[in-house]
């Protein structure tokens, strides 16, 4: 199994290219089960998840297709995807399947909507807890489909093609959300969705879902409205640049002190981190190219922050930050109101040398100037990022293990802070 060794007191500097946002591109690419053209999906992230996917949607007779080098690409440019569902050969995503990866029962609502059944294993706990699909079967059936729960699998039918309807989240839902919008996109008659996830990845695919024939508005905010439509087509559409990753990096160089250029990188998908960063004491610019993060002389600031869905501060950089917060001047706050079970990497930090204690929700970080490299396990992805970013600030050596939670999300990692200074390898095996 391979691991990384990362020997720490470096600064970054330097250029680093954000990548396609994950949380996008695997919704889009379920999203072309819709038609029986072909979607071809841009700056598509080479990421273990998108291979997964891959996987997921051959054993449905879609064919996808990598294209190639082009002249002019550059090294870090994603892959070109096109992605022909013309036949649909089985409508069951086998438990095998979805339990490596959550999001692919998502599949659930293209395949209800084109085919009029689907049979999607139910994908179990996860690391970051729970993690249930209530609300994403609530909306299905608001759409007219029947579902019943058995052998561990959802097996949805609407033999009369779904139907356009009111769906009320009582909770904000990313999941909940991609799934209404693409059963509705084919429902028959106008579905209003409020309570819905304002996330930008929605937007994403809903400007994708748009471009493919759907009829989609108010998709960004709380309150969507689908007119449905009959059939939608083949298109092409560029996936938007990762917030996450981008706000990751931004809390390596504040971590490490430096000066980055984020290429590519849109500040309005993560103001709300980079907000917290110039409180920390982070220098954010945006510019043309992206988001240039620099630290230089002072120290890290403590900050007080609670995860939210979107526009809030995002559950999916709440370890990171606590990395950073773990060399503050002075005492933070962190409350984790998304995932109930989302704090895996505070035991780890600790094996660095972070004093951090938990309450419930809310973590307690002491800062503090000295920690130390130490072998640490890597738990989910965003947490094993949180470790390597503390590990590029700790004296000494740190080894990650289990990195392939890194390699679902985080596109050539190592380079990408090794060509910024960073003392950071791969081990192999
Ligand atoms: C998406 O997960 C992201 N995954 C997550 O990214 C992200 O952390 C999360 O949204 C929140 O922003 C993808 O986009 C692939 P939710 P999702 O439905 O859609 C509860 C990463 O590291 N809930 O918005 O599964 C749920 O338990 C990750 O890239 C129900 O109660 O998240 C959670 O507490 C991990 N019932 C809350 O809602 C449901 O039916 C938000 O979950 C569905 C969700």
Redesign the pocket.
Known sequence: MDRIRIVGGNKLNGTIPISGA???A??LMIAALLTDETLILDNVPRLA?VAQLQRILGNHGVDIMSAGKRPGDHEYQGQTLHISAANIVDTTAPYELVSKM??SFWVIAPLLARMKEAKVSLPGGCA???????????ALEKLGAEISIDGGYAVARAPTGLKGAEIDFP????????VALMAAALAKGTTIITGA?C?P?IADVADCLNKMGAKISGAGTSRIVIEGVTKLHGARHTVLPDR?ETGTYAMAVAMTGGDVQLEGARPELLQSALDVLVQAGATVTPNNQGIRVARNGAGISPVKVTTS??PGF???LQAQLMALMTSAKGTSQITET???NRFMHVQELARLGARISLDGETATIEGTSTLRGAPVMAT???ASVSLVIAALAAEGETTVNRVYHLDR?FERLEEKLSACGATIERISG
Not at 128 to 138: C, F, K, Q, S
Not at 173 to 178: I, L, Q
């Open positions: 994950k949380n996008a695997l919704p998840d959550r999001a970051i807890g729970t993690r249930p699909v209530d609300l994403l079967i609530m909770k904000v839902t990313v999941s909940g959300t991609h996830a996330e990845e996450i869905p979107f995002p559950t999916d998304i995932f109930e989910d992805l965003r999300g």
